[in-house]
């Protein structure tokens, strides 16, 4: 049977910023090319039906209206989905790609204040695993996640950067509050077009561009 793994991602927010469209599109590319799919669940009915063209063409992609509980109502369902969840009591490991098909990013989206949705799915029957203890942009969770499922790294062999200084222009940078992949440049792997999105709008905060 092909191995192919799902990477479910929880987006209750009524819209889609330009930060989370460049993350999504990348995480719907590199699914595609790991031979996976990409869904968004919990989508909004009306966001589902004007998402950006630059999403809704991938291949990999499907968004979805339902959450994940109407998704895998049954309780062996349930049992093959993967929850990354920062209060696991286990690591992700190479082992669990033959326990789990699934893997979802709960997110704390939608909501003010925010709405622990991690929370919410860690009472339902999904098991959990944890991705280390520092904050990640939702690509590089669903990279390292396919890192360890699909080919088989361990977390600590995973190369990181955490909190790069992005350089704005001559005289001024920005600090990412986030752990990233390192690229074989030694530079942190990036959604195409998140760099300029970042130049672009340097006066903002970070939490603006979502």
């Given at each position: 049977m092909p191995d192919r793994k799902t990477y479910i991602v929880e987006h209750l927010d009524p819209e889609l910023g330009p930060?989370?469209?460049?993350?999504?599109?990348?995480?719907?590319?590199?699914?595609?090319?790991?031979g996976g799919t990409f869904v968004l669940s919990s989508v909004p009915a009306a966001l589902a039906?004007?998402?950006?063209?630059?999403?809704?063409?991938?291949?990999?992609?499907r968004a979805e209206t339902r959450g994940v509980e109407e998704l895998y109502p049954a309780a062996e369902q349930r049992a093959r989905v993967c929850l990354l969840d920062p209060r696991a009591e286990k690591d992700i490991s190479p082992d669990d790609k033959a326990l789990f098909d699934v893997f979802l990013f709960g997110g704390i989206l939608g909501d003010d204040p925010p709405?622990?949705?991690t929370g919410e799915l860690r009472v339902k029957g999904f098991e959990g695993r944890r991705l280390g203890p520092v904050q990640m942009t939702t690509d590089t969770?669903?990279?390292v996640t396919r890192?360890?499922?699909?080919?088989?790294?361990?977390l600590n062999m995973v190369p990181y950067v955490d909190h790069p200084d992005l350089k704005i222009n001559e005289h001024?940078?920005?600090?990412?509050p986030f752990r990233y992949v390192k690229g074989s440049d030694g530079e942190p792997v990036m959604p195409e077009g998140m760099m300029d999105l970042i130049k672009k709008d340097a006066d903002k905060s970070i939490e603006d561009l979502f």
């Open positions: 930060w989370s469209e460049l993350e999504y599109v990348s995480i719907a590319r590199e699914t595609a090319r790991a039906a004007d998402l950006p063209e630059t999403l809704a063409r991938e291949p990999a992609f709405r622990d949705r969770a669903v990279r890192m360890v499922i699909q080919e088989q790294f361990t001024e940078s920005t600090e990412m």
